[in-house]
């Protein structure tokens, strides 16, 4: 069965490093999530990503977020200068045209900012 | 603002039993629901959906009811087994054309399936 797939699993970075997470969404689907998930709290939505932009993001996702599809596989979630409150799981997700509504999640990057 | 929550943050059931999971929502344009399972250190994973034009929808062992007039989803999961012992999430979308909005998520509500 198709999965979302992310890299890396875990990452540590000091503050103020950038950081780049990846995601290969499952062949053949046209939309494009990030989420977050703070430690205990729910699951938040960052960014929206179809036809090669923004569709739509969130309050969370600020100047220092930044997304991009380099090729016809990767999805990427780059953080600039991390901050301490960045440190979560970041989940991928996809969605296809035919799939309706359904967003599919990867595993997740856990991310702690030191 | 508007957001989707859930009543309780931790369910214990024994093994065998049925769970019944429930979430609030306030956003009354919202008009398709989902319901995702999430494992330690795991992604969330598909449950089962719900488009507001119905009131009903049933899948493995699983049954989504939506009661749009109090606003409110349930999850009922038949025989729970171990392997049902996960955090669970309800999330709701607007999507007029199908587009690309973000989910937004309920806090969750643990499930423990009791030996």
Known sequence: EPEVTQTPSHQVTQMGQEVILRCVPISNHLYFYWYRQILGQKVEFLVSFYNNEISEKSEIFDDQFSVERPDGSNFTLKIRSTKLEDSAMYFCASKGLLSQETQYFGPGTRLLVL | ?115
């Open chain 2, 1 to 115: 603002g508007e957001s989707v929550g859930l009543h309780l943050p931790t369910l214990s059931v024994q093994e065998g039993d049925n769970s019944i999971i429930n979430c609030a929502y306030s956003n009354s344009a919202s008009d398709y629901f989902i319901w995702y399972k999430q494992e330690s250190g795991k992604g969330p994973q598909f449950i089962i959906d719900i488009r507001s034009n119905m009131d009903k929808r049933q899948g493995q062992r699983v049954t989504v009811l939506l009661n749009k007039t109090v606003k409110h989803l349930s999850l009922q999961i038949a025989a729970t087994q171990p392997g049902d012992s996960a955090v669970y999430f309800c999330a709701e979308n607007i999507s007029p054309g199908g587009g690309a909005d973000g989910l937004t998520f309920g806090k969750g509500t643990h499930l423990i399936i009791q030996p």
